[in-house]
């Protein structure tokens, strides 16, 4: 009896679940305001795209320091790629448009995500476990527009004149 009874139940379970996912969609208004088809979609993680990346290893894991995760200046550019000793010539930025962002790891590998929510930036970094000497980075030009925020903090503003 108990066995008939818990197939029963879990039958009506599973018909519920069944049903509800092909019955009609709601599209309505969400109480927020607007539809809850646009809250969902605006609620969604959109991929920012990666117009130039630069990637490498300094020996020297010294030279690190505390690195700043979005530079929004071509001085601040300037200064972390003597700072780590980068060769090169340092990229000459135009920040009114983009914006670099900079990751680190102590591990053999790094690679870097970019995504933004309503305009809150998200950097994912990617990196393996295993450490070596050194550290290794990741620096990407991204687009800037539509940007507001990293975490809690403003983004840098757009540097003045042209």
Avoid: C
């Avoid at 088809?37 to 609620?43: G, I, K, Y």
């Avoid at 690679?111 to 998200?122: F, K």
């Amino acid at each position: 009896m108990r066995t008939r009874l818990m197939g029963g139940v879990i039958g009506l379970a599973l018909a519920a679940l069944v049903l509800g996912d092909l019955g009609p969609k709601t599209t309505g208004t969400s109480f927020w305001g607007g539809s809850s088809a646009q809250a969902q979609d605006e609620a969604q993680p959109t991929k920012v795209p990666v117009l130039v990346l630069w990637r490498g290893s300094v020996d020297d894991e010294n030279l690190l320091g505390e690195p700043p995760a979005v530079i929004g200046t071509q001085q601040e550019l300037s200064d972390l790629w003597h700072n780590w000793k980068l060769a090169g010539e340092i990229p000459q930025i135009d920040f009114h448009e983009v914006l670099v962002v900079v990751q680190t790891t102590r591990g053999g590998r790094l690679n870097l995500q970019v995504r933004h929510t309503n305009g809150a930036l998200d950097l994912l970094a990617l990196a393996t476990r295993d450490l070596r000497p050194g550290f290794r980075y990741v620096i990407g030009v991204i687009p800037r527009a539509g940007l507001k925020t990293i975490g809690d903090q403003e983004l840098p503003a757009v540097p003045e004149g042209k």
